[in-house]
């Protein structure tokens, strides 16, 4: 438990809140909106009530409310009064806080609390896009920044892979392919990050394709069983830490997988990036923008 983070500095504060520090301490001097413990040392700390209200005041003032007046306002009535905001984007930014607190006070019981609320109005397609992806680029920048430990990131990123998974489920029994090729999915050997390509897979399936995903860290030799079965493949890789150079890989593809016959290679995630104004072979097709491959599916 030693690991679960229970305080917080004012940086930390400034990363989950969006407020910068200055302002912080600005509003806590004038306005009494924190009551941090300090070290022995006289540097702040923060505990998780702290970066409730923080999280709350913040939406509040994006919200065009003047921290004049919600320093004014209980505890109690600034929850009331971000509960009771009830514009779409309000929702989503809200649902964001919500998911980031379960994350860093391990609750699952809100996690689904706040899925719940969500489902009310939305699809499931529609919250991954607009409330779920969002809230994966901010972990990421969490975790850069060292505001939150792999512990919180796994955490998160496990609950909302269930959601995932029982969608993928339920798309598998109600949409029946209407296309002949075969779209295989799987991560480079030494790639463990799966939920980009995971919920590729499910929008493959929720557009009609056929597609199958073998998992991370594949070996290149291992999809040789599938050329002896399938005629009308397409390969799939999704890089987010691996592989450690992506020019070798294509080369690789192209020796074991494209031997007698040229495959498509389609590629997705951050490493990507490193291969974009090369000159790349024919078969290779790159995409930088997830959403935009989904539209034109």
Known sequence: MELIKQNFSIK?????SGIKAHTIRIWEKRYNILNPDRTST??????????QKILNVAFLNEHGYKISRISKLSDEEIAKMVRSISASTSKENRAQNSFKLSMMNFDEE?????YETLQKDKSFRQIFHQVFLPLLEQIGMLWQTD???PIHEHYIVDLIKQKLYFNLAEIKKEVKPTSDKLYVLFLPENEIHDIG????YYELLYHGNQAIYLG??????DLGYLLERHDNLSFVSYFTTAPGDVEDFINQFNEEVCEKKTYELL???HKIREIQHKELPAFVKTHTNLNQFIDNL
């Open 147 to 149: 505001t939150i430990k």
């Open 42 to 51: 006289n540097i702040r700390t923060y505990d998780s009530s702290n970066l």
């Open 197 to 200: 390509i995971i919920y590729l």
């Open 267 to 269: 590629l997705f995630g």
């Open 12 to 16: 930390d504060l400034e990363n989950l």
């Open 216 to 221: 991370p860290s594949l070996p290149l030799t």
């Open 110 to 114: 809100l996690f689904n609390n706040t």
